[in-house]
């Protein structure tokens, strides 16, 4: 079955630059969607195809694409930014399938 | 606003059947997919099926096909799960989430959830 492999953990400093990375053998002929998901509550959706940003959402959440990894950056990353991040996407037969989240800490 | 009410979730045995709803609003609801999402609480994130917005295309996840099966109804702008044949896996929080138009695929907003407790 198909799998999205996302690091377990990522921390960093307020101010400081947070990347998250997703990988997956479809990334380069499918799209990475990026969910963000604060204690107790509903997933948001923070990048859409790989890059876009829905509105709401600060432009210090960016997503790029390269090959077989996808990307979340939170450039200048805020307290508020700590919470679970999920990519998400599909491969050719249809399989929808998340990551297995990222914990960032901001502190 | 779009928003996604869920509910229906319960304490059900094993083997036993449950009903959750999905009520839409905020948005044209016959215009768009839904899906259903589950979440073990502490875990990650599992999608459990889709149908598409004339009900013309609906697909599942393994895990629950020939157990599970999602309707709409377009007048009442509400999705539904139907689980029968539970089981103590299927424990979690489900959510809905509104599909990405033109897609059966993809997703953006959620609603809370509703919880599903299965045991004897």
């Known amino acids: 079955s198909y799998e999205l492999t996302q690091p377990p953990s990522v921390s960093v400093s307020p101010g400081q630059t947070a990347r998250i990375t997703c990988s997956g053998d479809?990334?380069?002929?499918?799209?990475a969607y990026w969910f963000q998901q604060k204690s107790g509550q509903a997933p948001v959706l923070v990048i859409y195809e790989d890059t876009d940003r829905p509105s709401g959402i600060p432009e210090r959440f960016s997503g790029s694409s390269s090959g077989t990894v996808a990307t979340l950056t939170i450039s200048g990353a805020q307290v508020e930014d700590e919470a679970d991040y999920y990519c998400y996407s599909t491969d050719s037969s249809g399989n929808r399938v998340f990551g297995g989240g990222t914990k960032l800490t901001v502190l | 606003e779009v928003q996604l009410v869920e509910s229906g979730g319960g304490v059900v045995q094993p083997g036993r059947s449950l009903r959750l709803s999905c009520a839409a609003s905020?948005?044209?609801?016959?215009?768009?997919?839904i899906h259903w999402v589950r979440q073990v609480p502490g875990k990650g994130l599992e999608w459990v099926s889709g149908?598409?917005?004339?009900?013309?295309?609906?697909d599942y996840a393994d895990s629950v096909k020939g157990r599970f099966t999602i309707s709409r109804d377009n007048a009442k702008n509400s999705v539904y799960l139907q689980m029968n044949s539970l089981r103590a896996e299927d424990m979690a929080l489900y959510y809905c989430?509104?599909?990405?138009?033109?897609?059966?695929?993809?997703?953006?907003?959620w609603g809370q959830g509703t919880l599903v407790t299965v045991s004897s």
């Open positions: 989430a509104r599909g990405i138009p033109g897609s059966l695929y993809y997703f953006d907003y």
């Open positions: 905020g948005f044209t609801f016959d215009d768009y997919a």
């Open positions: 479809a990334l380069p002929k499918k799209y």
């Open positions: 149908i598409s917005r004339n009900s013309g295309s609906i």
